[in-house]
């Protein structure tokens, strides 16, 4: 794990039990499709971050599949965290970008291909620390330590940038 992982927390934040973290997923979802995309999304802001529908393609089964997620902007690429709400395991959606980067994500604005990445180094310990400045990033080092490896730092870069 890397230092931005593992800082002692002042407290000991509380998570929701998982069946209500599953369910707002399901919630969540089930409001965009209902509004037709009126609900659901929204551009970050310096102090909250936005959230995007990413279109990603089944590691297993070749299938689309779609998850709504967290993030910010970097200049022109977007970042997430591979966080699945806090859980152990890594979140399905970037296991199948791992395994093909090649995405699409749903923004307020519009659609957008992306290629995704892992940040590293000192890339990812920036970007980590873009995510403690916002409303509830004091939480961050503390939520992160909850898991058995360091929380993946997912960069969605423009496809036409490459």
């Known amino acids: 794990m890397t230092s931005s992982d593992t800082a002692p927390a002042a407290h000991e934040p509380r998570l929701p039990p998982r069946w209500f973290i599953r369910t707002a997923w399901v919630v969540h979802r089930a409001l965009y499709t209902v509004s037709g995309g009126r609900v659901g999304l929204r551009a970050p802001s310096p102090t909250v971050y936005g959230m995007?529908?990413?279109?990603?393609?089944?590691?297993?089964?070749?299938?689309?599949?779609?998850?709504?997620?967290?993030?910010?902007?970097?200049?022109?690429?977007?970042?997430?965290?591979?966080?699945?709400?806090?859980?152990d395991p890594p979140p399905a959606w970037w296991l199948n970008l791992r395994a093909g980067p090649a995405a699409s994500v749903d923004l307020p604005d519009g659609p957008r291909d992306v290629i995704a990445r892992e940040a590293t180094g000192v890339e990812r310990e920036r970007l980590w620390a873009l995510w403690r400045t916002l409303d509830g990033g004091e939480d961050l080092d503390a939520h992160a330590a909850r898991r058995s490896r360091p929380t993946p730092v997912v960069v969605l870069s423009p496809a036409d940038a490459r």
């Open 52 to 87: 995007m529908r990413l279109h990603t393609t089944g590691r297993l089964s070749g299938e689309a599949r779609v998850a709504i997620v967290a993030y910010i902007e970097d200049g022109p690429d977007l970042v997430t965290l591979a966080m699945n709400g806090w859980d």
